[in-house]
Nanobody, 115 residues
């Protein structure tokens, strides 16, 4: 099994920054892509950003230029630097990893952006 633990969520004013971190433990070898999803109240979970083992990144259009994803494969960590936050970024953010064609999820961390 793989366990994912997220940290770094919180309350911030519009225009501010937050950094989310996620560390994978347990059977964490063989991790392929790592990423962050979010789910706002009444909405479906959506991809925010992802990064492959080769370092290729993919971002939702709504966060391009504001968010940056990075990973440290040796430490099995993935980070999401979020700048210029907007109230519409308010959501629960979930860490996700793909390992041997299976998805693993963190418990989620709340990000709230006040206007």
């Amino acid at each position: 099994q793989v366990q994912l633990v997220e940290s770094g969520g919180g309350l911030v004013q519009a225009g501010g920054s937050l950094r989310l971190s996620c560390i994978a433990s347990g059977r964490s070898f063989g991790i392929n892509a790592m990423g962050w999803y979010r789910q706002a109240p009444g909405k479906q979970r959506e991809l925010v950003a992802s990064i492959t083992g080769a370092g290729r990144t993919n971002y939702a259009d709504s966060v391009k230029g504001r968010f940056t994803i990075s990973r440290d494969s040796a430490k099995n960590t993935v980070n999401l630097q979020m700048n210029s936050l907007k109230p519409e970024d308010t959501a629960v953010y979930y860490c996700n990893i793909q390992r041997f064609a299976m998805d693993y999820w963190g418990q989620g961390t709340q990000v709230t952006v006040s206007s």
